[in-house]
Protein backbone atom coordinates (compact mmCIF):
# COMPACT_ATOMS: atom_id res chain seq x y z
CA UNK A 1 0.00 0.00 0.00
CA UNK A 2 1.14 3.57 -0.87
CA UNK A 3 0.74 5.53 1.78
CA UNK A 4 -1.37 8.56 0.52
CA UNK A 5 0.45 11.76 0.84
CA UNK A 6 -2.38 14.19 2.44
CA UNK A 7 -0.88 17.38 2.12
CA UNK A 8 1.88 17.50 -0.71
CA UNK A 9 4.75 19.51 1.50
CA UNK A 10 6.40 22.23 -0.41
CA UNK A 11 9.29 19.60 -1.11
CA UNK A 12 6.61 18.48 -3.16
CA UNK A 13 7.04 14.38 -3.06
CA UNK A 14 3.11 14.41 -3.65
CA UNK A 15 1.26 11.93 -4.99
CA UNK A 16 4.28 10.44 -6.62
CA UNK A 17 5.86 9.61 -3.13
CA UNK A 18 7.57 7.41 -2.27
CA UNK A 19 9.26 6.53 -5.53
CA UNK A 20 8.71 8.46 -9.01
CA UNK A 21 8.04 5.17 -10.51
CA UNK A 22 5.08 3.77 -8.21
CA UNK A 23 2.02 5.40 -9.84
CA UNK A 24 3.22 4.94 -13.28
CA UNK A 25 3.69 1.12 -12.04
CA UNK A 26 0.17 0.71 -11.59
CA UNK A 27 -1.00 2.45 -14.72
CA UNK A 28 1.06 -0.25 -16.59
CA UNK A 29 -0.39 -2.95 -14.64
CA UNK A 30 -3.37 -1.70 -15.82
CA UNK A 31 -2.93 -1.73 -19.05
CA UNK A 32 -0.95 -4.74 -19.05
CA UNK A 33 -3.58 -7.39 -17.09
CA UNK A 34 -6.45 -5.45 -15.87
CA UNK A 35 -5.10 -5.23 -12.72
CA UNK A 36 -8.28 -4.15 -10.33
CA UNK A 37 -5.84 -3.74 -6.81
CA UNK A 38 -3.62 -1.35 -8.69
CA UNK A 39 -6.70 0.45 -9.55
CA UNK A 40 -7.84 0.90 -6.46
CA UNK A 41 -4.74 2.36 -5.45
CA UNK A 42 -4.36 4.55 -7.85
CA UNK A 43 -8.17 5.54 -6.49
CA UNK A 44 -7.24 5.78 -3.38
CA UNK A 45 -4.43 8.09 -4.67
CA UNK A 46 -5.96 10.40 -6.98
CA UNK A 47 -9.83 10.72 -6.28
CA UNK A 48 -9.79 12.90 -3.33
CA UNK A 49 -7.78 15.39 -5.29
CA UNK A 50 -9.74 14.76 -8.21
CA UNK A 51 -12.77 15.92 -6.22
CA UNK A 52 -11.10 18.78 -4.66
CA UNK A 53 -9.74 20.16 -8.23
CA UNK A 54 -13.65 19.79 -9.47
CA UNK A 55 -15.10 21.52 -6.40
CA UNK A 56 -12.64 24.51 -7.27
CA UNK A 57 -13.47 24.31 -10.54
CA UNK A 58 -17.12 24.98 -9.22
CA UNK A 59 -18.80 21.75 -9.47
CA UNK A 60 -21.13 21.03 -5.95
CA UNK A 61 -19.55 18.04 -3.99
CA UNK A 62 -22.10 15.69 -5.25
CA UNK A 63 -20.84 16.27 -9.05
CA UNK A 64 -17.22 16.42 -7.83
CA UNK A 65 -17.33 13.02 -6.79
CA UNK A 66 -18.88 11.93 -9.83
CA UNK A 67 -16.53 13.59 -11.84
CA UNK A 68 -13.76 11.98 -9.60
CA UNK A 69 -15.48 8.63 -10.52
CA UNK A 70 -14.99 9.11 -13.92
CA UNK A 71 -12.23 10.38 -14.07
CA UNK A 72 -10.71 7.34 -12.73
CA UNK A 73 -12.77 5.14 -14.81
CA UNK A 74 -11.33 6.70 -18.10
CA UNK A 75 -8.03 6.21 -16.17
CA UNK A 76 -8.65 2.82 -16.74
CA UNK A 77 -10.02 2.47 -19.83
CA UNK A 78 -7.36 4.47 -21.46
CA UNK A 79 -4.63 3.00 -19.26
CA UNK A 80 -3.30 1.27 -22.79
CA UNK A 81 -2.70 4.84 -23.70
CA UNK A 82 -0.53 6.08 -21.53
CA UNK A 83 3.58 6.00 -22.06
CA UNK A 84 5.52 6.99 -19.36
CA UNK A 85 7.97 8.80 -21.48
CA UNK A 86 5.42 11.31 -22.20
CA UNK A 87 5.02 12.89 -18.79
CA UNK A 88 4.53 11.74 -15.04
CA UNK A 89 1.13 9.63 -14.50
CA UNK A 90 -0.30 13.04 -12.59
CA UNK A 91 0.28 14.73 -15.31
CA UNK A 92 -1.28 12.14 -17.66
CA UNK A 93 -4.20 11.69 -14.98
CA UNK A 94 -4.82 15.53 -14.23
CA UNK A 95 -5.39 15.94 -18.52
CA UNK A 96 -7.68 13.58 -17.92
CA UNK A 97 -9.69 15.73 -14.96
CA UNK A 98 -8.94 18.58 -17.09
CA UNK A 99 -10.67 17.46 -20.30
CA UNK A 100 -13.68 15.99 -18.29
CA UNK A 101 -14.39 19.40 -16.32
CA UNK A 102 -14.30 21.17 -19.84
CA UNK A 103 -16.74 18.57 -21.37
CA UNK A 104 -18.97 18.24 -18.35
CA UNK A 105 -18.53 21.38 -15.81
CA UNK A 106 -18.75 24.05 -19.01
CA UNK A 107 -19.99 21.58 -21.78
CA UNK A 108 -17.70 22.47 -24.77
CA UNK A 109 -15.72 20.43 -27.02
CA UNK A 110 -12.37 19.85 -26.08
CA UNK A 111 -10.37 20.86 -28.34
CA UNK A 112 -6.49 20.42 -27.25
CA UNK A 113 -6.58 16.89 -26.34
CA UNK A 114 -4.65 14.22 -24.31
CA UNK A 115 -0.50 14.90 -24.16
CA UNK A 116 0.13 11.50 -25.59
CA UNK A 117 -2.24 13.00 -28.53
CA UNK A 118 0.86 15.43 -29.30
CA UNK A 119 4.21 14.32 -30.75
CA UNK A 120 6.41 16.50 -28.89
CA UNK A 121 10.11 17.81 -30.12
CA UNK A 122 11.89 16.27 -27.70
CA UNK A 123 10.20 12.41 -27.82
CA UNK A 124 12.38 9.56 -27.46
CA UNK A 125 12.53 6.05 -25.43
CA UNK A 126 12.37 6.34 -21.86
CA UNK A 127 15.80 6.05 -20.60
CA UNK A 128 16.43 5.68 -16.86
CA UNK A 129 18.11 9.02 -17.00
CA UNK A 130 14.79 10.38 -18.58
CA UNK A 131 12.62 9.07 -15.44
CA UNK A 132 15.00 10.93 -13.02
CA UNK A 133 14.82 14.24 -15.11
CA UNK A 134 10.72 14.20 -14.86
CA UNK A 135 11.35 14.06 -10.76
CA UNK A 136 13.73 16.65 -10.67
CA UNK A 137 11.67 18.97 -13.45
CA UNK A 138 8.77 18.48 -11.08
CA UNK A 139 10.77 19.14 -7.96
CA UNK A 140 12.00 22.48 -9.65
CA UNK A 141 8.69 23.65 -11.11
CA UNK A 142 7.35 23.18 -7.36
CA UNK A 143 10.07 25.01 -5.96
CA UNK A 144 9.86 27.84 -8.56
CA UNK A 145 5.95 28.26 -8.00
CA UNK A 146 6.87 28.42 -4.47
CA UNK A 147 9.18 31.23 -5.05
CA UNK A 148 6.63 33.57 -7.11
CA UNK A 149 5.32 36.67 -6.53
CA UNK A 150 2.03 36.39 -4.90
CA UNK A 151 0.11 38.56 -7.34
CA UNK A 152 1.78 36.02 -10.08
CA UNK A 153 1.25 33.13 -8.08
CA UNK A 154 -2.67 34.21 -7.94
CA UNK A 155 -3.33 34.82 -11.45
CA UNK A 156 -1.19 31.34 -12.24
CA UNK A 157 -3.54 29.33 -9.78
CA UNK A 158 -6.56 30.99 -10.76
CA UNK A 159 -6.12 29.92 -14.69
CA UNK A 160 -4.51 26.09 -13.66
CA UNK A 161 -7.20 25.32 -10.61
CA UNK A 162 -10.10 27.86 -10.88
CA UNK A 163 -10.17 27.51 -14.86
CA UNK A 164 -10.97 31.05 -15.70
CA UNK A 165 -10.07 32.57 -18.96
CA UNK A 166 -7.57 35.19 -18.73
CA UNK A 167 -10.62 37.83 -19.54
CA UNK A 168 -12.49 36.47 -16.39
CA UNK A 169 -9.28 36.73 -14.06
CA UNK A 170 -9.14 40.45 -15.37
CA UNK A 171 -12.77 40.71 -14.29
CA UNK A 172 -12.11 39.06 -10.92
CA UNK A 173 -9.43 41.15 -9.57
CA UNK A 174 -10.39 44.31 -11.18
CA UNK A 175 -7.02 44.37 -13.28
CA UNK A 176 -6.37 45.22 -17.23
CA UNK A 177 -6.56 42.08 -19.58
CA UNK A 178 -2.79 42.98 -20.03
CA UNK A 179 -1.58 42.67 -16.59
CA UNK A 180 -2.98 39.41 -15.88
CA UNK A 181 -0.93 38.48 -19.31
CA UNK A 182 1.93 39.87 -18.13
CA UNK A 183 1.95 38.08 -14.80
CA UNK A 184 0.68 35.03 -16.67
CA UNK A 185 4.23 35.36 -18.61
CA UNK A 186 6.84 36.12 -15.85
CA UNK A 187 5.37 33.21 -13.98
CA UNK A 188 5.94 31.03 -17.01
CA UNK A 189 9.70 32.69 -17.43
CA UNK A 190 10.48 31.81 -13.71
CA UNK A 191 9.42 28.21 -14.09
CA UNK A 192 11.40 27.96 -17.83
CA UNK A 193 14.23 28.82 -16.50
CA UNK A 194 14.33 26.42 -13.64
CA UNK A 195 14.15 23.43 -15.76
CA UNK A 196 16.41 24.71 -18.70
CA UNK A 197 19.22 23.22 -18.21
CA UNK A 198 17.41 19.64 -18.17
CA UNK A 199 16.35 19.89 -21.99
CA UNK B 1 6.24 24.38 -42.88
CA UNK B 2 8.21 27.68 -41.04
CA UNK B 3 6.48 28.95 -38.64
CA UNK B 4 7.40 32.64 -37.45
CA UNK B 5 4.57 33.94 -35.46
CA UNK B 6 3.54 32.24 -32.02
CA UNK B 7 0.81 32.58 -29.80
CA UNK B 8 2.24 34.98 -26.47
CA UNK B 9 3.42 32.90 -23.74
CA UNK B 10 0.40 34.00 -21.80
CA UNK B 11 -1.99 32.42 -24.50
CA UNK B 12 -0.18 29.02 -23.96
CA UNK B 13 -0.68 29.21 -20.58
CA UNK B 14 -4.30 29.59 -20.57
CA UNK B 15 -3.98 26.76 -23.28
CA UNK B 16 -2.41 24.21 -20.86
CA UNK B 17 -4.74 25.05 -17.98
CA UNK B 18 -7.66 24.30 -19.76
CA UNK B 19 -9.22 27.97 -19.11
CA UNK B 20 -9.25 29.01 -22.81
CA UNK B 21 -12.69 30.40 -24.36
CA UNK B 22 -13.55 27.79 -26.67
CA UNK B 23 -13.19 29.68 -29.47
CA UNK B 24 -9.57 30.42 -28.84
CA UNK B 25 -9.11 26.70 -27.87
CA UNK B 26 -9.95 25.65 -31.70
CA UNK B 27 -7.03 28.44 -32.83
CA UNK B 28 -4.79 26.70 -30.75
CA UNK B 29 -5.26 23.54 -30.82
CA UNK B 30 -5.29 23.81 -34.57
CA UNK B 31 -1.95 26.07 -33.98
CA UNK B 32 -0.59 23.01 -32.05
CA UNK B 33 -1.12 20.66 -34.35
CA UNK B 34 0.65 22.40 -37.06
CA UNK B 35 4.10 23.77 -34.85
CA UNK B 36 6.47 21.21 -32.76
CA UNK B 37 7.80 24.57 -30.72
CA UNK B 38 4.84 25.50 -29.42
CA UNK B 39 4.22 21.49 -28.24
CA UNK B 40 7.67 21.86 -26.18
CA UNK B 41 6.64 24.82 -24.72
CA UNK B 42 2.97 23.15 -23.54
CA UNK B 43 4.67 20.22 -22.01
CA UNK B 44 6.91 22.22 -19.95
CA UNK B 45 3.61 24.38 -19.05
CA UNK B 46 2.30 20.90 -18.20
CA UNK B 47 3.98 20.17 -15.57
CA UNK B 48 2.76 23.54 -13.72
CA UNK B 49 -0.18 22.16 -14.04
CA UNK B 50 0.96 19.06 -12.34
CA UNK B 51 2.85 20.69 -9.37
CA UNK B 52 -0.71 23.00 -8.50
CA UNK B 53 -2.89 19.78 -8.42
CA UNK B 54 -0.59 17.69 -7.01
CA UNK B 55 -0.62 20.68 -4.08
CA UNK B 56 -4.23 20.69 -3.71
CA UNK B 57 -5.74 19.85 -0.41
CA UNK B 58 -7.68 16.31 -1.06
CA UNK B 59 -11.33 16.36 -0.08
CA UNK B 60 -12.58 13.04 1.25
CA UNK B 61 -14.73 11.08 -0.84
CA UNK B 62 -17.56 9.42 0.29
CA UNK B 63 -18.05 6.39 -2.03
CA UNK B 64 -15.60 3.77 -3.17
CA UNK B 65 -13.68 2.88 -5.80
CA UNK B 66 -16.36 1.74 -8.73
CA UNK B 67 -14.48 -1.81 -9.07
CA UNK B 68 -17.95 -3.37 -10.80
CA UNK B 69 -17.29 -0.84 -13.50
CA UNK B 70 -14.46 -1.65 -14.28
CA UNK B 71 -15.70 -5.40 -15.82
CA UNK B 72 -18.41 -3.53 -18.09
CA UNK B 73 -15.82 -1.14 -19.82
CA UNK B 74 -13.94 -2.02 -23.34
CA UNK B 75 -9.87 -0.98 -22.42
CA UNK B 76 -9.30 1.89 -25.17
CA UNK B 77 -6.23 0.68 -27.41
CA UNK B 78 -3.74 2.33 -29.24
CA UNK B 79 -5.05 3.05 -33.23
CA UNK B 80 -1.56 3.51 -34.26
CA UNK B 81 0.81 3.02 -32.00
CA UNK B 82 1.27 4.37 -28.53
CA UNK B 83 1.69 7.64 -29.64
CA UNK B 84 -1.02 9.20 -32.47
CA UNK B 85 0.74 11.81 -34.63
CA UNK B 86 -0.76 15.41 -34.39
CA UNK B 87 -0.48 16.88 -37.72
CA UNK B 88 -2.60 18.12 -41.02
CA UNK B 89 -4.23 16.63 -43.31
CA UNK B 90 -4.06 18.71 -46.57
CA UNK B 91 -4.60 22.16 -45.38
CA UNK B 92 -7.04 21.37 -42.44
CA UNK B 93 -5.20 20.60 -39.52
CA UNK B 94 -6.43 17.45 -37.47
CA UNK B 95 -8.66 19.27 -34.89
CA UNK B 96 -10.73 20.79 -37.30
CA UNK B 97 -11.54 18.03 -39.74
CA UNK B 98 -14.65 17.28 -37.09
CA UNK B 99 -15.86 20.42 -38.20
CA UNK B 100 -15.02 21.23 -41.59
CA UNK B 101 -13.99 18.04 -42.78
CA UNK B 102 -10.53 17.63 -44.92
CA UNK B 103 -10.42 20.10 -47.31
CA UNK B 104 -10.88 23.78 -47.46
CA UNK B 105 -11.97 23.78 -50.99
CA UNK B 106 -15.36 22.01 -49.92
CA UNK B 107 -16.15 24.67 -47.43
CA UNK B 108 -19.52 25.98 -47.95
CA UNK B 109 -18.75 29.88 -48.03
CA UNK B 110 -20.55 32.74 -47.88
CA UNK B 111 -19.99 35.58 -49.47
CA UNK B 112 -20.27 38.54 -46.59
CA UNK B 113 -18.42 41.59 -49.11
CA UNK B 114 -16.07 42.36 -52.15
CA UNK B 115 -13.42 39.73 -51.99
CA UNK B 116 -14.38 38.16 -48.45
CA UNK B 117 -16.16 35.03 -47.54
CA UNK B 118 -17.16 33.46 -44.34
CA UNK B 119 -18.22 30.68 -42.78
CA UNK B 120 -19.13 30.07 -38.96
CA UNK B 121 -17.98 27.15 -36.66
CA UNK B 122 -21.19 26.91 -34.00
CA UNK B 123 -20.00 26.74 -30.42
CA UNK B 124 -20.96 25.13 -27.59
CA UNK B 125 -21.96 28.64 -25.94
CA UNK B 126 -21.76 31.12 -29.02
CA UNK B 127 -22.20 33.50 -26.18
CA UNK B 128 -18.54 33.35 -25.43
CA UNK B 129 -17.04 34.25 -28.03
CA UNK B 130 -16.98 33.89 -32.20
CA UNK B 131 -15.26 31.24 -34.38
CA UNK B 132 -14.87 31.45 -37.84
CA UNK B 133 -12.98 30.93 -41.00
CA UNK B 134 -12.53 33.94 -43.49
CA UNK B 135 -11.27 33.71 -47.05
CA UNK B 136 -9.84 37.02 -48.55
CA UNK B 137 -9.36 37.23 -52.21
CA UNK B 138 -6.00 37.94 -53.36
CA UNK B 139 -4.62 41.69 -52.68
CA UNK B 140 -7.80 42.50 -50.61
CA UNK B 141 -7.34 44.86 -47.71
CA UNK B 142 -9.45 44.55 -44.58
CA UNK B 143 -11.00 47.49 -42.99
CA UNK B 144 -9.06 49.16 -40.09
CA UNK B 145 -10.10 47.90 -36.81
CA UNK B 146 -9.28 47.16 -33.59
CA UNK B 147 -10.52 44.98 -30.96
CA UNK B 148 -13.42 45.21 -27.62
CA UNK B 149 -11.31 41.89 -26.51
CA UNK B 150 -8.66 39.37 -27.57
CA UNK B 151 -8.53 38.03 -31.04
CA UNK B 152 -6.74 35.28 -32.15
CA UNK B 153 -6.24 34.22 -36.14
CA UNK B 154 -4.10 31.35 -37.18
CA UNK B 155 -3.19 31.25 -41.42
CA UNK B 156 -4.45 27.98 -42.76
CA UNK B 157 -4.11 28.60 -46.72
CA UNK B 158 -2.00 31.82 -48.33
CA UNK B 159 -0.92 34.62 -46.00
CA UNK B 160 -1.78 37.93 -45.31
CA UNK B 161 0.47 40.99 -44.28
CA UNK B 162 0.09 43.87 -41.50
CA UNK B 163 2.14 46.74 -39.96
CA UNK B 164 3.81 44.01 -37.40
CA UNK B 165 4.67 41.55 -40.29
CA UNK B 166 3.86 38.58 -42.68
CA UNK B 167 1.61 35.78 -41.58
CA UNK B 168 1.92 32.48 -43.59
CA UNK B 169 0.06 29.11 -42.95
CA UNK B 170 0.59 28.04 -39.50
CA UNK B 171 1.27 31.71 -37.92
CA UNK B 172 -0.51 32.81 -35.45
CA UNK B 173 -1.57 36.74 -34.53
CA UNK B 174 -2.65 37.15 -31.09
CA UNK B 175 -3.80 39.89 -30.72
CA UNK B 176 -5.20 42.24 -27.25
CA UNK B 177 -7.87 44.72 -27.48
CA UNK B 178 -5.47 47.51 -27.80
CA UNK B 179 -4.22 46.13 -30.88
CA UNK B 180 -5.41 48.09 -34.16
CA UNK B 181 -4.54 46.57 -37.80
CA UNK B 182 -4.92 46.36 -41.55
CA UNK B 183 -4.49 43.50 -43.24
CA UNK B 184 -3.76 42.56 -46.73
CA UNK B 185 -4.21 39.33 -48.36
CA UNK B 186 -1.36 38.08 -50.54
CA UNK B 187 -1.52 39.55 -54.10
CA UNK B 188 -1.01 36.03 -55.58
CA UNK B 189 -2.60 33.17 -53.08
CA UNK B 190 -5.18 35.47 -51.39
CA UNK B 191 -5.86 33.99 -47.60
CA UNK B 192 -7.94 31.58 -45.54
CA UNK B 193 -7.78 32.17 -41.43
CA UNK B 194 -10.07 30.35 -38.86
CA UNK B 195 -9.96 33.87 -36.58
CA UNK B 196 -11.93 33.39 -32.81
CA UNK B 197 -12.65 36.39 -31.18
CA UNK B 198 -13.99 37.37 -27.96
CA UNK B 199 -15.69 40.65 -28.83
CA UNK B 200 -17.11 42.39 -31.41
CA UNK B 201 -14.50 44.03 -33.51
CA UNK B 202 -14.61 47.92 -33.66
CA UNK B 203 -13.96 49.08 -37.08
CA UNK B 204 -12.39 53.05 -37.46
CA UNK B 205 -13.86 54.56 -40.03
CA UNK B 206 -17.54 54.77 -40.58
CA UNK B 207 -17.65 53.23 -44.00
CA UNK B 208 -15.80 50.11 -42.49
CA UNK B 209 -18.27 50.65 -39.67
CA UNK B 210 -21.25 50.23 -42.18
CA UNK B 211 -19.67 47.82 -43.68
CA UNK B 212 -19.72 45.61 -40.28
CA UNK B 213 -22.85 44.23 -40.39
CA UNK B 214 -22.35 42.42 -43.88
CA UNK B 215 -18.96 41.25 -43.00
CA UNK B 216 -19.72 39.99 -39.60
CA UNK B 217 -16.81 40.46 -37.90
Not at chain 1, 18 to 24: K, Q
Not at chain 2, 73 to 91: H, N, Y
Not at chain 2, 151 to 176: K, N, P, Q
Request: glycine residues 8%.
Amino acid sequence: MIPIVLNAPPDGRGLNAPGPLSMAEFLQRIAERGDVEAFRKLFQAYAPRVKAYMMRQGADANTAEELAQETLLTVWRKAGLYSGEKGSATTWIFTIARNLRIDRLRRELTWVELPDGHNEEASSDALPDEILAEQERKLRVQAALATLPPDQLEVVSLSYIEGLSHSEIADRLGLPLGTVKSRMRLAYHKVRESVEDLK
Amino acid sequence: MKITHHPSDASLMSCSAGSMPEAFAAVMASHIAMCPCCRGTLSTMEHIGTALFDQLPPTPVSRPAPVAALRAMDADVPSQGPAQEAGVLGDVPDPLVKVLGTSLDDVPWKRVGPGVWSHNITLSDPSRGDLRLIKIAPGQVVPDHGHHGNEMTLVLRGAYSDASGVYRAGDVADLDEHIEHQPIADPVEGCICLIAVEGRLKFKSRVARLVQPFTGF
